[in-house]
């Protein structure tokens, strides 16, 4: 499926959402948990810092009120965490997650008004 409209971004978030859960899980999230909270990166390449939730609780939060701009940043931060190995290429949907981490120009304000 081609992404051409912020709704064909949401229909494969919707479709794909537990193989994409699964790739955070993959990759480690959530990081971990101690009596403080739940602690896992907000930027790449940085510390662990503290949460009220998980990362898992977070996403789903984030679909559940159509949140796409927090998703995005989540999903480029899989992407950019994943390894760098051709595995990861068999992982379901990890083509679909690259695709909404690439596609997401839809949400731009100039697209938005050229489809309405």
């Known amino acids: 499926m081609n992404i ?17 859960l699964d790739i955070f899980y993959n990759i480690g999230a959530p990081l971990e948990r ?8 907000d930027e ?17 939060e984030a679909k559940r009120s159509e949140d796409h701009e927090t998703l995005h940043d989540l999903f480029q931060k899989a992407w950019m965490a994943a390894p760098d190995e051709k595995y990861i290429h068999s992982w379901p949907s990890w083509n679909i997650l690259c695709d909404l981490c690439s596609e997401y120009w839809v949400f731009q304000p100039e697209n938005i008004s050229e489809i309405e």
């Open 44 to 60: 790449i390449f940085t510390e662990a810092t503290r949460h009220e939730k998980t990362l898992i609780r977070t996403l789903e």
């Open 34 to 41: 101690n009596e403080a909270g739940y602690w896992w990166a």
């Open 4 to 20: 051409k409209t912020p709704d064909d971004w949401w229909i494969l978030v919707d479709s794909h959402w537990q193989n994409i």
